[in-house]
T-cell receptor, first 113, second 109 residues
Framework: NAGVTQTPKFRILKIGQSMTLQCAQD?????MYWYRQDPGMGLKLIYY???????DKGEVPNGYNVSRSTTEDFPLRLELAAPSQTSVYFC????????????FGPGTRLTVL | RKEVEQDPGPFNVPEGATVAFNCTYS??????FFWYRQDCRKEPKLLMS???SGNEDGRFTAQLNRASQYISLLIRDSKLSDSATYLC??????????FGAGTRLTVKP
């Protein structure tokens, strides 16, 4: 199993550009999450999904959108990138009963200039 | 007040030392508690869950004090490979995980 994979690993965007961060997992997990981690800060939940076709907002959803058309994939869309979205983005997944055990992808480092 | 607070450190200790980290949480209804480890520029990984009775995994001991709303992690006989950031994580009633900002540990030869 590859676990949770994320692409790209790094990206530099200009203000106002858009992009999609890709996340995929091959563990058949229903629960998937997107977090952002700013320097010296804890992870903040952006969006999450409890299964294909179901998504919900987390703590910091503004400026982002998600979709979940399959169990495996959970892309995060940034529209009109802003410098405040410069961060490291982590995707994670877990089993239905594994409350505390989230499996994280390697992260995407995004810089908006 | 932050939902989950940790001393950011850094903690610089020699090999073989014992080091303890504390974490406090604000939501008294929080359900479950965990310590994650994050290496530099890597993703977080679960280190251990924290149970009410306290639990041990090799050189690592985790304790929970619900009355005072704090969690601790004790590392005995520190190794160079223990150098990392340790994240305190609290699961609230909605099963949302709240992450602390982490405590950085450097173990030196």
């Amino acid at each position: 199993n590859a676990g949770v994979t994320q692409t790209p690993k790094f990206r530099i965007l200009k203000i106002g550009q858009s992009m999609t961060l890709q996340c995929a997992q091959d563990m058949n997990h229903n629960y998937m999450y997107w977090y952002r981690q700013d320097p010296g800060m804890g992870l903040k939940l952006i969006y999450y999904s409890v299964g294909a076709g179901i998504t919900d907002k987390g703590e910091v959803p503004n400026g982002y959108n998600v979709s979940r058309s399959t169990t495996e994939d959970f892309p995060l869309r940034l529209e009109l990138a802003a410098p405040s979205q410069t961060s490291v983005y982590f995707c994670a997944s877990r089993t239905d009963r594994g409350w505390g055990t989230q499996y994280f992808g390697p992260g995407t480092r995004l810089t908006v200039l | 007040r932050k939902e989950v607070e940790q001393d950011p450190g850094p903690f610089n200790v020699p090999e073989g030392a014992t080091v303890a980290f504390n974490c406090t949480y604000s939501n008294s209804a929080s359900q479950s508690f965990f310590w994650y480890r994050q290496d530099c520029r890597k993703e977080p990984k679960l280190l251990m869950s924290v149970y009410s009775s306290g639990n041990e995994d090799g050189r690592f001991t985790a304790q929970l004090n619900r009355a005072s709303q704090y969690i601790s992690l004790l590392i005995r006989d520190s190794k160079l490979s223990d150098s990392a950031t340790y994240l305190c994580v609290v699961n609230d009633l909605n099963n949302d995980m709240r992450f602390g900002a982490g405590t950085r540990l450097t173990v030196k030869p």
